[in-house]
């Protein structure tokens, strides 16, 4: 019995799961005569604690492979261990008992309800989960975001940054150990996707919250330590960042050459 918890950063990589294993996928779409494989035989492992970017272009089929590893949809082919668990031949029931336990997601647009308060959007989904001190868990969630002084306003009494951070609240609640982002900073001014870059940091670094996230942005892709690049519905890259940059710690080279 050597280095058990202090082992070197390797040796403790190796040693952690796979918590998500897609092996082959494909997922063609059916529309009239015309098929589109969005997913073209997608084959990927990801582990526990790992901080992962998706890049393409449009079309390539980043949302396709969010919703997968998401669990929203089913595959036309290939299979899915999520956890150690075979989702490719769950019923509808046991997905979304699934989704619900282990999976938070955050869009671009936030979809909040537009007139109900941040404190009751976050407590939806231990609603579906069926978890009690749904008060307290939700004010936890809002306060770990940095809206612990915004818990009853609505979306229309918030910023766009807050309104992203009220829906990683709602993400975080039930205590995902993954994260799934389709363009979370999208729809957000730089300063906004800073600030949830960083809470993205945060949770993946001090809680091991397993974070995915898509991005068009080569400079957010940065802050992360793995980019996944698609192209046609196929993974064309996939790269590990050394030294991932630290969010709010380093200016994008086009600000730094403007000031
Ligand atoms: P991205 O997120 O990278 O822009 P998507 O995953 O949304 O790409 O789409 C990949 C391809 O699959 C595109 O050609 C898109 O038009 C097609 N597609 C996505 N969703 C559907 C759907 N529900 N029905 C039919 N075609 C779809
Ligand atoms: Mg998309």
Same mark, same amino acid.
């Given at each position: 019995?050597?280095?058990?918890?202090?082992?070197?950063?390797?040796?403790?990589?190796?040693?952690?799961?796979?918590?998500?294993?897609?092996?082959?996928?494909?997922?063609?779409?059916?529309?009239?005569?015309?098929?589109?494989?969005?997913?073209?035989?997608?084959?990927?492992?990801?582990?526990?604690?790992?901080?992962?970017?998706?890049?393409?272009?449009?079309?390539?089929?980043?949302?396709?492979?969010?919703?997968?590893?998401?669990?929203?949809?089913?595959?036309?082919?290939?299979?899915?261990?999520?956890?150690?668990?075979?989702?490719?031949?769950?019923?509808?029931?046991?997905?979304?008992?699934?989704?619900?336990?282990?999976?938070?997601?955050?869009?671009?647009?936030?979809?909040?309800?537009?007139?109900?308060?941040?404190?009751?959007?976050?407590?939806?989904?231990?609603?579906?989960?069926?978890?009690?001190?749904?008060?307290?868990?939700?004010?936890?969630?809002?306060?770990?975001?940095?809206?612990?002084?915004?818990?009853?306003?609505?979306?229309?009494?918030?910023?766009?940054?807050?309104?992203?951070?009220?829906?990683?609240?709602?993400?975080?609640?039930?205590?995902?150990?993954?994260?799934?982002?389709?363009?979370?900073?999208?729809?957000?001014?730089?300063?906004?996707?800073?600030?949830?870059?960083?809470?993205?940091?945060?949770?993946?670094? #001090?809680?091991?919250?397993?974070?995915?996230?898509?991005?068009?942005?080569?400079?957010?892709?940065?802050?992360?330590?793995?980019?996944?690049?698609?192209?046609?519905?196929?993974?064309?890259?996939?790269?590990?960042?050394?030294?991932?940059?630290?969010?709010? #710690?380093?200016?994008?080279?086009?600000?730094?050459?403007?000031?």
């Amino acid at each position: 019995m050597t280095n058990s918890s202090n082992g070197r950063d390797e040796s403790r990589h190796e040693n952690r799961k796979p918590v998500i294993a897609i092996s082959d996928m494909t997922k063609v779409y059916t529309m009239g005569e015309h098929e589109v494989r969005a997913l073209d035989g997608v084959s990927l492992e990801i582990h526990e604690g790992d901080f992962v970017s998706v890049m393409g272009p449009s079309g390539s089929g980043k949302s396709t492979l969010m919703n997968m590893l998401g669990a929203l949809d089913q595959p036309t082919g290939g299979t899915y261990l999520l956890d150690g668990t075979d989702v490719s031949h769950m019923s509808d029931d046991e997905l979304a008992d699934t989704r619900n336990q282990k999976i938070g997601f955050v869009f671009q647009n936030f979809n909040l309800l537009s007139r109900t308060p941040a404190l009751q959007q976050v407590e939806l989904p231990l609603i579906y989960s069926g978890k009690g001190e749904r008060r307290q868990r939700a004010e936890a969630a809002l306060e770990q975001v940095g809206l612990g002084d915004r818990i009853h306003h609505k979306p229309s009494e918030l910023s766009g940054g807050q309104q992203q951070r009220v829906a990683i609240a709602r993400a975080l609640v039930n205590e995902p150990a993954i994260i799934l982002a389709d363009e979370p900073t999208g729809n957000l001014d730089s300063k906004s996707g800073t600030e949830v870059m960083q809470l993205f940091q945060k949770l993946n670094s #001090e809680q091991g919250i397993t974070v995915i996230f898509v991005t068009h942005d080569p400079w957010i892709a940065r802050h992360t330590r793995r980019v996944i690049t698609l192209a046609d519905g196929k993974i064309v890259r996939d790269e590990l960042i050394d030294e991932p940059l630290v969010a709010g #710690e380093s200016k994008r080279p086009s600000d730094t050459a403007l000031h």
